[in-house]
């Protein structure tokens, strides 16, 4: 289990396992004879990819970012993702219960991000945290209720709906602080509105940059996905995430990477941002 300690936070990497996507639409445009020298399809050009969510313990609040796939998938769409659903098992290991969660960031409302928000009981859903107030963007929501035909296969409205409905989930219009030292910025390519979540730990910054840097594999402001809906926007918001993560030495935590969950980012020798993974 990856673990880590800024100032008087700890900070541990939770999985709900693993999945796979089509390697040409992680990847965009770039040609596979590029991205497949830093990772490896299998024989069907699918990609295993990680589900990365972050438990933040420190001050007053108990804090998770994103909710993984979770156990609501019907069966096709397992059979096409391969996903485990393990997400509370990594819970159990880490010493946490569900129930200690104060509050539950999702960075944008696809079903590999808030998955796990709630589960279903007696055909209905519930929420999985039920002591914790949950968070997200109005925008986003917005757009998954538009169920448009270019990407209405990624919104699940049992995943986010009903937690509106309750008042359980408060909607954000910007960037805001959910606690002291702990807020949320948004950073539109991926999705128009999609936040990431920036931790200040004494002298140092953690963020989960969520999809704007799906993977370590995905440093290069260039290296987009085919899932972005605004590409040009995911280009130019990678260059303003990286004049501060840069020469602040932040720790960036990429929420599909499985084998490189977090690490430091450093020009390299070729002029392009590369990963100087944490080692535990």
């Not at 990856?2 to 999985?15: A, K, Q, V």
């Not at 602040?248 to 590369?274: L, S």
Request: charged content about 25%.
């Amino acid at each position: 289990m990856h673990r880590l300690t800024l100032g008087d936070y700890e900070f541990t990497i939770l999985s709900d396992g693993t999945y796979v996507l089509d390697g040409g639409a992680m990847f965009g445009v770039v040609p596979k004879t590029l991205w497949e020298k830093r990772i490896k399809p299998n024989e069907r050009n699918l990609l295993t990819l990680g589900l990365n969510s972050l438990l933040i313990r420190g001050g007053k609040k108990t804090v998770l970012v994103e909710t993984g796939i979770g156990p609501k998938l019907n069966e096709k769409s397992r059979d096409i993702h391969q996903n485990q659903a393990l997400l509370l098992d990594s819970f159990e290991r880490a010493g946490v219960a569900p129930d200690e969660i104060d509050i539950v960031i999702n960075t944008h409302l696809h079903f590999d991000h808030c998955g796990w928000n709630t589960y279903y009981k007696d055909g209905k859903p519930e929420p999985t945290f039920p002591n914790a107030t949950y968070y997200a963007q109005q925008g986003e929501v917005d757009h998954a209720h538009e169920q448009h035909e270019r990407d209405r296969v990624s919104y699940l409205t049992d995943n986010y709906d009903p937690l509106i409905k309750s008042g359980q989930m408060r909607l954000l219009s910007g960037d805001a602080e959910i606690v002291p030292n702990i807020s949320v910025e948004v950073y539109p390519g991926h999705t128009r509105d999609l936040q990431a979540v920036t931790v200040r730990a004494g002298d140092q910054t953690l963020c989960y940059i969520s999809d704007l840097i799906p993977t370590s594999h995905h440093l290069d402001p260039t290296w987009v996905m085919g899932y972005d809906l605004y590409p040009l926007d995911s280009i130019n918001n990678r260059h303003r995430f990286y004049k501060r993560a840069i020469p602040e030495n932040w720790v960036v935590v990429f929420t599909h990477d499985h084998e490189v969950p977090w690490a430091r980012v450093e020009i390299g020798e070729k002029g392009k941002p590369v990963a100087r993974p944490i080692i535990h």
